[in-house]
């Protein structure tokens, strides 16, 4: 089946740094692909689409500004959490669907375990 | 997309049949169902999804009830690696996000 792999599986950050993540299609290319975070004992809750070549689509409540998405090529997208704070710590999960195969499910990647301290 | 409703969670032994209930009661006739699991600490990782008629895969069977308002997903032989929280989808087939609800943490015992 497809891959989608994040980098770093884990990081752990100084309060107020910034970090980024990044989410490959490794064996597709995708448009669109999709950030979620969940908390402990807490389902995935779905932050942005990111869109190949334009802006990322927000879901209510999420600071455009805080999670800043880049999705430069059919296979990267890349999330940096800015100015993290402690109550960003979480876990980062990305999914893609292949632009070629519609009507698909959706990959996703393994997640990135964000601890800031 | 509709809004489906699952035990919080459930107990299964090994070596036997798993089957998580799903209700769907809102589903509109362009949504398909579809089901992920989550292990500990990991992505979500798909396992099988069907409009009216029921499936099957390596992974799973997929029972959708003839009105279509709930589901069972059926692991046939669930062993301890089976066990994971199961999410329960639906949405319109070439929709693009998928909205994960609280799903059904299913725990195998040995």
């Known amino acids: 089946g497809a891959v989608v792999s994040q980098h770093p599986s884990w990081v752990i950050c100084k309060s107020g740094t910034s970090v980024k993540i990044e989410c490959r299609s490794l064996d597709f290319q995708a448009t669109t692909m999709f950030w979620y975070r969940q908390f402990p004992k807490q389902s995935l809750m779905l932050m942005a689409t990111s869109n190949e070549g334009s802006k990322a689509t927000y879901e209510q409540g999420v600071e455009k500004d805080k999670f800043l998405i880049n999705h430069a090529s059919l296979t990267l997208s890349t999330l940096t959490v800015t100015s993290a704070h402690p109550e960003d710590s979480s876990f980062y999960i990305c999914?893609?669907?292949?632009?070629?195969?519609?009507?698909?499910?959706?990959?996703f990647g393994q997640g990135t375990r964000l601890t800031v301290v | 997309d509709a809004k489906t409703t699952q035990p919080t969670s459930m107990d299964c032994a090994e070596g036997r049949a798993a089957n998580l209930p799903c209700n769907h009661s809102t589903i509109s006739g362009n949504e398909y169902v579809y089901w992920y699991r989550q292990i500990h600490s990991q992505g979500p990782q798909y396992i099988i999804h069907g409009l009216k008629n029921n499936e099957t895969n390596e992974m799973a069977s997929l029972i959708i009830t003839e009105d279509r308002k709930s589901s069972t997903l059926i692991l046939p032989h669930a062993t301890l690696r089976d066990t994971a929280v199961y999410y329960c989808?639906?949405?319109?087939?070439?929709?693009?996000?998928?909205?994960f609800g609280q799903g059904t943490r299913l725990t195998i015992n040995p």
């Open positions: 999914s893609a669907r292949d632009l070629d195969r519609v009507n698909t499910e959706a990959f």
């Open positions: 989808i639906v949405r319109v087939q070439g929709a693009q996000k998928l909205v």
